[in-house]
């Protein structure tokens, strides 16, 4: 069974940082270009972050450049986004998500994967 898995999500106050992690089993995760997304409650989920399979180009959502860093051990089948400066409305639950077009990020930018992790739950309150 083909199998994405998140970690890492917590409550944090504003400012502070957090590491996600997405592991994947069952399949070879550096063949994949991989994306991060969001969705908080009553809204629409998001990207926040790309890269592509071997880790040579990313791209980012305006809201989070600056802020949000998306890495990847291939030799872990583990993929990271490093969050720093949270705020308030980063609050959502993150969810990482693999596609087959290994060197560029089109399909990911249009919300479109081969597969999909359950997510984890991010909470940034004072």
């Known amino acids: 069974q083909v199998q994405l898995v998140e970690s890492g999500g917590g409550l944090v106050q504003p400012g502070d940082s957090l590491r996600l992690s997405c592991t994947a089993s069952r399949f070879r995760l550096d063949l994949y270009s991989i994306g991060w997304f969001r969705q908080a409650p009553g809204k629409e989920r998001e990207g926040v972050a790309y890269i592509t399979s071997s880790g040579s180009s990313a791209d980012y959502a305006d809201s989070v450049k600056g802020r949000f860093t998306v890495s990847r051990d291939n030799s872990k089948n583990t993929i990271y986004l490093q969050m720093s400066s949270l705020k308030p409305e980063d609050t959502a639950v993150y969810y990482c998500?693999?596609?087959?077009?290994?060197?560029?990020?089109?399909?990911?930018?249009?919300?479109?994967?081969?597969?999909w992790g359950q997510g984890t739950q991010v909470t940034v309150s004072s």
């Open positions: 998500a693999a596609d087959r077009h290994q060197s560029h990020l089109g399909a990911l930018k249009y919300g479109l994967a081969d597969y």
